[in-house]
């Protein structure tokens, strides 16, 4: 399951979609607007406010990509290894690997703070569509239309920081047709408390991922603090200590990345024909990029890991996704549907100027295409560094509202979090990342390009690479800030090596930022026409697109037929004791010493991972699984690889979430890593 | 090093070059034509008549894709493992394991019958330009005249074959400006005598290719059987039995690949900006896929392995390749070089017209780049047979000049040699292959494309492989047997899923062929202006570019510089139990039991690899290396990193061939694999 932000799916708007003609248990739905109804009728559960405000209270979302919730009194927080492992990375060293062997704080002094983690706790939503939407100006350019839509929502958003304290993001959901400030509470003193070997949490390796039956424990725990203490929470998640039961009704509260189910067949098309493609190209370069450097050793193995990680499980993702797509019966269930929206739109005046809006998203793919190679960044982490530093001292010069998203006053703390992150930099990987950036910049923009030509003064990509390395002093955190401070006057006299590239690059990406933000102005109003248009045909009611933010999802523990059999939904631990055994020798296969050890004093009926129907996406990682009575049953990992195409299309026939067990959980922690202690501590 | 043809390096025609400006000892010569004054001026060295016809008769080419030679009297050939990896696949099992496991024959009557090796060694080599071009009607079109270059060849090569009896190959030469007609004997029965475990041959791994040092033994011996009895040779090369000397003269007899070093600026660049980057994407996905397919358990890893080792092999080698086409000084001094002879040209009015050569061959590059994604063609072992088979049956019913290349009466033998292998063919992989390859088919056609369409049949890419997989009788040596002997009229009336496929295909990969044909005939034709305006100007007695025919290279036994540091051309087994103690616990870098249990009974001063300056490239792989007396060396197999841009240019600055020690083979035979008797029958 992907720790979505981390795995370059970023490239997309996150589009919002009305899914009239909901399948089963489909659906991401708004907090401030649940389908209480469908509940009612298809589960007889009907939640209250309170019911539902204690889990959005005890939901938070991970700046690093996932999900997560508050567990205890004092600051417990759940979310997957597979989240929390970019922290265990950096907090990690030649001389000591988080991620090989884990990691347990023997007091709470011992708990260990992250370099540059935040936390998001959903404070409130409200409704600003009508103050947004009367800053754009009728029959402006897109281009205009983008600018204004932009100082609008920057200054709501700013005003509200001013006026709460709080992180305030303003969300644009059903394709452009509303928009939401979203408040959070932020957590950025973070510590982490227990993480178990990856060996057990990622237990099966590249070959099980996305896979069902498993036996992961796919959990980390870490605390909030505030003022140096143990944070004090009113809301948290009380754990259900019995077995979970077939076909139980449970929901998961989480921040779902990205759905893209609005799309019409064009904008699936261009998935399907281009961009994914594209994507995939793009990953297995990484992938092999990074595969190769390790082969240096095992200090270069341990650095690469973490990225290796994510573009493998993206990779893997993506191929499920195309797959889909490229399944004739994918599409004509698509088009399909579509086909019938719009014979009904045209035979109804009213709805008949909508129709433009599919021919304008058609036309815009096109325009996509080229823009998919265009790119003036080099990603990796000094460059990545630099270019930000270099656009924050231009930006900050702007007022407010005419700066680029991300660098407006509401989002400065958090940028100025993640710019003075003190993760390590390791320059070899950096090298090697960089060289074959620049190499892929040669591919895009041809060799004679004059920014290719000045930017690799003279050299090939690997000299290059390496003297732009080691002729930056940003691996420096008091570089950093000093750059900063300094602002723009300090930045353009700057000669140290990466500033002085991302100078070199700033016009470029920010010819290409506009160009990309004017074509998406134009899908976000075709596609605020086309939500019209559905919901007049097909009736409202239904969820907007995922976009990272907190969503309530709900289904029941279902197993499912696959080539004929039947899959139980639950595993546990001793089908992973028997899964090391029928695999031995494998690459990960084997369970960790600990749980070797262990096995005799280990409860082997215990329920370890199970399946359910809920509608999940990349990004729901970490999310907590609770039952009618809110308590935590479950914490989401994965999603089957039948649940890949859930991206444009939600089935439940064979899709699944995939969560590891609560109590597998408190056993793993009771009976294998010796904290009994700390799960006495969860739930209370 | 690459088994050349293995790797996907076929794509290319292999254009002849002329290269008058040689560096060093840049070169690869045809045997009719020896660099005598080179030799002499550079080495004082004369080969006699007799030293270059021994040389050349002890030499041979291997149908997979590489050299060997002759070592023996009673037949024995040696060649790298490498080379015969492909084989030592062919002969596994799961409970054979003679990749990871090696091989001995405990005595002749257990050496091991290849399934479908064919060895070449080169009897003769007649001039038949004036022949080939006399049959070419000036002013024709491209297409007609590359119509009746075939024909013209196809009748040479059979009037030669019905002749002689001998295999009889018209080789295009320096870019279409020469063919000669080679002769060679053929050995269709080829037994395995021994072969190390790839922890041996391979030693270093994929970490290791292409780098020096290096400590492998990548040798196997075969024996070449005539009559069902060892065959009686009257050539074969003795060995030295003395250390290499640094600085020591020494000769390459082998057949290089090929190598583009006519190829204008417009050609590399395209190779740049097109062709390398679309090959390695390619490569980089079936990496993928392989691996991911080894996944499923130590019987799928050893299925994928012999394929897996192929695409790294070519991956690592594009990937340098294309670092070297993007270092601008490269590009600086192929345009320096071509400036100077279209300035001179120009300035010489029996030249002038010569120019339109170059802008020629800049317009066909975009052709080209189209061409890069045409294929009618679903890589993998099921439909290859099945395409041709096809085909075969269908060129069987034309006379004999009109028919494909590799279908005439003159291939035909070898093409069944191939088409009837007993090779095993794996289902599970087979399966995976195709689903990708109807995959990339989507997304080079289009979903929508007729074909596509036809051939999915409704179905997603993996289930349409299952159903052509599970529909299709191919495995079957018989089945195929009986479809080629019923010809047209069988293949027509077929059922069998898969040659229903390749029929569906075969009116578009006939158009592509024929498309891709006339490009080349129109790039031939260009090249030979080329090289006659490069002769004029810079003179002759040069070589042509690579075409996987045996040339003869030279070069010293020579270290260089690498970092600073300076590398010594030897290594010996001390260092190899060094470099495993060096990189104790990862992948690759284990020595074999066998040479662990031999540690304290092999002389560890004994030189085990070596590099020196010849000129060689992928294809060279398993050639012999010989002294001033023609006695073997040494045995290529491989090119340093320095080495990869020999595709194009030549350079012994830092570009090194690297070869194992002949008598670290003996060691290695006498003192780990207790294989006395045999050492004792090489050179003799």
């Known amino acids: ?39 009612k009728e298809r589960h007889g559960f009907e939640p209250t406010a309170e019911w539902a405000d204690h889990l959005r209270l005890s939901s938070v979302r991970f700046n690093s990509g996932g999900s997560g919730s508050f567990i205890s009194s004092d600051g417990l927080v759940l979310t997957n290894h597979h989240v929390a492992s970019d ?20 007091t709470q002094a011992d708990e260990l703070k992250t370099p540059d983690l935040e936390l998001n706790q959903l404070v409130s939503i409200e409704d600003v569509t009508d103050r947004i939407n009367a800053e754009v100006k009728e029959n402006a350019s897109a281009e205009d239309s983008a600018a204004q839509r932009r100082a609008a929502i920057a200054k709501v958003e700013s005003e509200s920081t001013e006026k709460t304290g709080l992180r305030s993001d303003v969300i644009t959901l059903f394709g452009g047709a509303r928009y939401h400030l979203y408040r959070y509470k932020k957590y950025t ?46 809301h948290f998640l009380s754990w259900n200590r019995e ?5 139980e009704l449970v929901f998961v509260s989480g921040n779902p990345g990205r759905t893209q189910r609005i799309f019409t067949v064009a904008a699936l098309e261009f998935l399907r024909d281009s961009r994914i493609p594209y994507v995939l190209d793009y990953l297995r370069r990484k992938e092999i990029l990074m595969q190769q450097f390790g082969l ?54 009213e709805l008949q100027e909508l129709a433009s809006a599919w021919k304008a998203i058609e036309a815009i793919q096109a325009e996509k295409k080229e823009l998919l190679t265009e790119s003036a960044s080099l990603r990796s982490t000094l460059f990545d560094l630099a270019q930000q530093i270099t656009l924050l001292a231009a930006e900050d010069r702007k007022p407010n509202e005419e700066r680029l998203r991300g660098y407006t006053d509401s989002s400065r703390e958090s940028l100025l979090q993640e710019l003075l992150s003190t993760a390590p930099i390791y320059a070899d990987l950096e090298q090697v990342k960089l060289a074959d950036e620049l190499a892929r910049m040669i591919e895009h923009r041809g060799a004679d390009d004059r920014l290719v030509v000045e930017i690799l003064a003279g050299l090939g990509p690997r000299e290059r690479a390496a003297a732009l390395v080691s002729e930056t002093k940003l691996f420096d955190v008091d570089v950093r800030q000093e750059l900063i401070d300094g602002g723009l006057d300090r930045v353009l006299v700057s000669d140290d090596a990466m500033i002085v590239l991302a100078r070199k690059l700033e016009d ?55 080539d004929g059999k039947q899959i139980d939904p639950f595993t546990n631990f001793a089908g992973a004791y028997q899964h090391a055994a029928d695999h031995e020798g494998q690459a990960d296969m084997d ?11 280990v409860d082997l009926d215990t329920q370890l991972n199970f399946v359910c129907t809920a509608d999940i996406i990349g990004g729901n990682s970490g999310s907590p699984v609770v039952n009618r009575a809110g308590e935590l049953v479950g914490l989401i990992f994965d999603g089957n690889i039948q649940s890949l195409t859930s991206d444009y299309v939600y089935s439940d026939k064979q899709g699944r979430a995939v969560s590891v067990s609560g109590i597998g959980i ?10 009994k202690e700390l799960a006495d501590q969860i739930g209370k």
Chains 1, 2 share one sequence.
């Open 508 to 562: 470029e990406y920010r010819r290409i930022r506009k160009r990309n933000e004017e074509v998406e102005e134009r899908e976000r109003q075709a596609y605020a026409k086309i939500t019209r248009a559905t919901s007049a045909i097909e009736g409202t009611g239904g969820y907007p697109d995922a976009t990272f933010t907190l969503r309530l999802a709900f289904g029941t523990v279902k197993g499912y037929e696959e």
């Open 189 to 234: 003193d973070v510590r982490l408390v227990w993480a178990p070997e990856t060996a057990a949490a990622f237990f099966g390796g590249d070959a099980d991922n996305f896979e069902y039956p498993r036996y992961n424990v796919d959990a980390t725990i870490m605390r909030v603090y505030e003022d140096g203490k143990p944070a004090k929470l009113e």
């Open 666 to 675: 408190l056993e793993a922690l009771r009976s294998i890593y010796n904290a």
């Open 296 to 349: 240096e050793g095992k200090e270069a193995t341990r650095r690469a890991r973490d990225e290796l990680f994510g573009i493998q499980n993206a990779r893997k993702a993506y191929t499920g996704m195309l797959a889909g797509l490229q399944d004739p019966a994918t599409m004509a269930t698509k088009r399909g549907r579509e086909d019938r929206i719009l014979q009904q739109i045209s035979e109804n005046p």
């Open 243 to 247: 077995p979970l039961s077939d076909g």
């Open 1 to 39: 399951m992907s720790r979505i932000f981390a795995c370059l799916l970023m490239f997309n708007l996150a589009f919002a979609s009305l899914s009239p003609d909901l399948s089963g248990d489909e659906g991401m739905y708004l907090f401030n607007d649940l389908p209480t109804k469908t509940l």
């Open 591 to 601: 369970l960790p010493p600990s749980w070797m050890k262990a096995k005799d004093s």
């Open 87 to 106: 922290t265990l990375h950096k907090l990690s060293s030649a001389d000591r690997n988080l991620i090989d062997d884990g990691f347990l704080a023997a």
